[in-house]
């Protein structure tokens, strides 16, 4: 799994890249994004919508768990979706129970989209409405 930021606020998650490093370095630079304070979008893509067959071990889940409690409240206020593209009608049907499990897990909603057109246009339409109506440090 590869964070690519590139396009920030649109960042890419690859599951096909392997894992980028430790587990502790992919928090490391998930917390990156979420320390830039802005809202953003994840893009996924890869693994054959595999992502949710993937199995972890008891140590790597219990790191995952910890980490995504620890951190739901930022989570929950600048990752305004993970968008996963999947070609395949059956496949996107099949992952709809997963998606509920995800967004429970990472406390961000899991959408699915037919193509990278469709989850750039559902990624823009989420970052606009997502747009402060005042920006930090200014009075409300």
Do not use: C
Request: charged content about 25%; overall charge neutral.
């Amino acid at each position: 799994m590869l964070l690519n930021a590139a396009t920030f606020p649109i960042v890419r998650l690859s599951y096909d890249q392997g894992l980028a490093g430790t587990t502790d370095e992919a928090f490391a630079a998930f917390e990156a994004l979420l320390d830039r304070g802005t809202p953003f979008v994840i893009i996924g893509q890869g693994a054959n919508a595999d992502i949710d067959e993937h199995e972890h071990d008891p140590d790597e889940q219990r790191k995952l768990a910890l980490w995504s409690k620890k951190h739901k409240p930022r989570l929950r206020e600048f990752v305004k979706a993970l968008i996963y593209v999947e070609p395949s009608r059956a496949k996107r049907l099949g992952m709809r129970a997963f998606q509920i499990v995800s967004e429970k897990f990472w406390g961000y909603p899991m959408l699915v989209a037919a193509s990278e057109a469709e989850a750039l246009e559902m990624a823009n339409g989420l970052l606009k409405s997502a747009s402060p109506s005042r920006r930090p440090g200014e009075a409300g």
